[in-house]
Every structure is written in structure tokens, then in C-alpha cells.
């Protein structure tokens, strides 16, 4: 009977990509516990609610075949840019920013939904078109991008828009777009920044000088970065251990549970925690890769892909902002740090880059 369970719940795993992943959510809960001052398990079960949840999702798309996937795409992208309008119109403004929709049983952060639909739009875009894409076919692709995107920047939450945005872009790349365009699209990005910059909100332009000289407000804009690198520096190469980081513990690194848990982390197990962490993350992107690269169809790969350097981006994103070389932007680190959202787009996710890795007959156009 065990042995018919376990079966079950072990269908269309992939085994590897699934350690990676259950050492790394470890890890997460450990650190949470910590970071939410050790005293009480209340936000480690929640958390673990949370967990439960993301597992959930990530065993019922590992289920799904690709091609049922390629088949919602489009129906999935839509209702998503109707829930981003829906939050335009009728969203719930939560310190300044209108990114949540009561449903009245729950709230709901449609931008989290996009993470996902954008690539899997653009890779059922481009299957379409995988006799020969051209370079209007690109500019399509850019138009569908940058409408959610646009509409996620409007709320305003840059951090996911960024996400968003490296979702499709990843998908984009991989689908083939040369270097000479790129190239003249970040010549581009960079010649439209002097223009940019006074359409960015006030906190926005703030974060960004604070990069550059955090010292400048070390008691408010630059409180964040500072507390963050005395942290991770006061952690040394083995830590103070666990429970035992005194800026964490003495609420010195703030939102510690949340966006800056790595500042936790590092004091608590130093370098040495650091490089485990940072190698859990690179067998993820490496498995994440190889899925990709064995994928037997257009859609397969580029979602496969597009899903792996996405999560890519998170942990760089997140440990560039904490370590100090990245401006603020509110990406969590994954995996690791408290929430509920966040934690179901990654494994939901993983989830589907699984069932692509399970299912290997190929998908029809």
C-alpha cells in the first residue's frame, strides 16, 4: 500500500530537479524559522501551508502533457490580461500600490499569473512559427510582452515587472533573435534612459543613487542595503550559527523574512551556507537546462528554458539587491524566503518543466 502511494506521488517527477528543490525548501523553512526571531512556529506553518499548496500545483502540472499546456497557453494569457485590467479598475491599494483583486474569500495578485502565461504565450507563438520567424514575428512577440508588462510597472511593482519582463525576453532569445538586434536594443534601452528617468516614481530614482552611495541616507533610503551587508560580512566563513545573528535577531536587518532573509542567512552560516545555497541553485539551473535541451519540440524547449533562466534571474536579482549590487526592487530570494505567491509561481514552474522532462512524446502543432 506504501509502495502504491509513494508510487503515486512520485509520477512524473523528475528525480533529480525534485532532491535539488526539497533541500533548497529545507533550507527555506530553516531560515524563516530564524528570521521570524525563532520564538514562535506560527509563520514556519504557515509557511509550511504555503508549501503544501506550491507542491500541489507542482505535481498537477508535472501531470499535464506539453501539449495540453501549448493548448491554454493563449486562453491562460488572456484571462491574465484581464485580471492585470481588473486590478487597473477595480484593485485593492495596499501602501500606495493597486496590485491585488478581492475576490472576497481571498486576494489575488494577477501578476504573479503572468509569470507563467507570458512564457508559455510567446513559446505557443513561436512554435507556430518555427518553419522561419522573421523579424516582424519579433515585434509581435515585443507588443505581447510589453503589454503585461506596461500594465504590471502602472500598479507600480517593478520587481515583478522585471520578472515579467525575463520571463518573455528569455523566450524571446532563445527563439533565435540574433545578436546584432540585441545589441541595438540595449543601445537603445541605454540612449532612452536620460528620458526614463523622470517617468520613474520618486521611491524608484531614490533606490537607485542609494546604490550608488548608500551612506548618502544611511537611516533611511540606504538603511536597507547597509544593516543587509554588515549582516552578511559579520557572518564570516562559518557563521554565528543558527539562531545566533545578532543584526537578525535584533531586528537590526529589516524585512529579514521576507526580501533580505539571505542578509539572515549569511550571518547565520556564513560563507560557507552561502556557497551550499548558491550550488542548490546552479544544480536547479543546470537540471533546468539539460530539461530544456532534450525538450522534443519548439514549444517544449522554449518554455523549458524561458522557466529556467527566469528562476535564474530571481536568485540573482535577490542576492545582487541584498549583497548591495543591485538596487532594491522587492524580488524575494526562492525558495527561501517567507510567502505564498512567489513560492507557487516557481514550483508551479518546476512543475512544468518536469512534465516536460516526463513526457517525451512529441507535441503536434
Not at 506539453?66 to 491554454?72: A, D, S, V, Y
Not at 552611495?213 to 533610503?221: Q, V
Not at 539571505?262 to 551550499?276: D, H, Q, S
Request: net charge positive; proline share 4%; aromatic share 10%.
Amino acid at each position: 500500500m506504501i509502495n502504491r502511494i509513494f508510487d503515486f506521488l512520485a509520477r512524473r517527477i523528475d528525480g533529480p530537479l525534485m532532491a535539488a528543490i526539497a533541500l533548497t525548501v529545507a533550507l527555506g523553512l530553516t531560515v524563516v524559522y530564524s528570521a521570524s526571531g525563532g520564538g514562535s512556529p506560527d509563520r514556519v506553518l504557515s509557511q509550511g501551508r504555503n508549501l503544501a499548496l506550491a507542491l500541489c500545483a507542482l505535481w498537477v502540472l508535472a501531470q499535464i502533457h506539453p501539449q495540453t499546456l501549448m493548448r491554454l497557453a493563449f486562453p491562460v494569457y488572456v484571462a491574465g490580461l484581464a485580471l492585470l485590467v481588473a486590478v487597473a479598475v477595480f484593485g485593492e491599494v495596499r501602501n500606495g500600490a493597486r496590485r491585488w483583486l478581492n475576490l472576497g474569500f481571498t486576494t489575488l495578485q494577477p501578476s504573479e499569473v503572468m509569470k507563467i502565461a507570458v512564457p508559455l504565450m510567446l513559446a505557443w507563438f513561436f512554435h507556430r512559427h518555427e518553419e522561419g520567424v522573421r523579424l516582424r514575428d519579433y515585434a509581435l512577440a515585443a507588443v505581447l510582452l510589453a503589454i503585461p508588462v506596461g500594465l504590471i510597472a502602472r500598479q507600480p511593482d517593478l520587481g515583478t515587472a522585471l520578472l515579467v519582463f525575463a520571463s518573455g525576453f528569455f523566450v524571446i532569445f532563445l527563439a533565435g533573435l540574433s545578436w546584432r538586434v540585441l545589441t541595438s536594443i540595449v543601445a537603445l534601452g541605454a540612449a532612452a534612459v536620460p528620458f526614463i528617468w523622470p517617468m520613474l516614481h520618486d521611491y524608484q530614482r531614490q533606490r537607485i543613487l542609494t546604490l550608488l552611495d548608500p551612506s548618502e541616507d544611511p537611516l533611511g533610503a540606504g538603511y536597507h542595503i547597509i544593516q543587509s551587508t554588515i549582516a552578511i560580512g559579520s557572518g564570516g566563513i562559518l557563521g554565528k550559527g543558527w539562531l545566533n545573528g545578532t543584526q537578525a535577531q535584533l531586528d537590526f536587518v529589516p524585512e529579514r523574512s521576507t526580501d533580505f532573509i539571505l542578509a539572515v542567512f549569511g550571518e547565520e552560516f556564513g560563507l560557507v551556507g552561502n556557497i551550499v545555497l548558491t550550488m542548490l541553485y546552479v544544480l536547479i539551473i543546470a537540471r533546468g537546462m539539460m530539461i530544456a535541451a532534450n525538450a522534443s519540440t519548439v514549444f517544449s524547449r522554449l518554455v523549458a528554458g524561458a522557466i529556467t533562466l527566469t528562476f535564474f534571474t530571481y536568485a540573482f536579482v535577490n542576492m545582487g539587491m541584498v549583497s548591495g549590487i543591485l538596487p532594491v526592487v522587492g524580488v524575494p530570494l526562492p525558495m527561501v524566503s517567507y510567502g505564498g505567491t512567489a513560492l507557487l509561481s516557481v514550483l508551479a514552474g518546476f512543475g512544468i518543466l518536469m512534465s516536460i522532462s516526463t513526457h517525451k512524446q512529441l507535441v503536434s502543432s
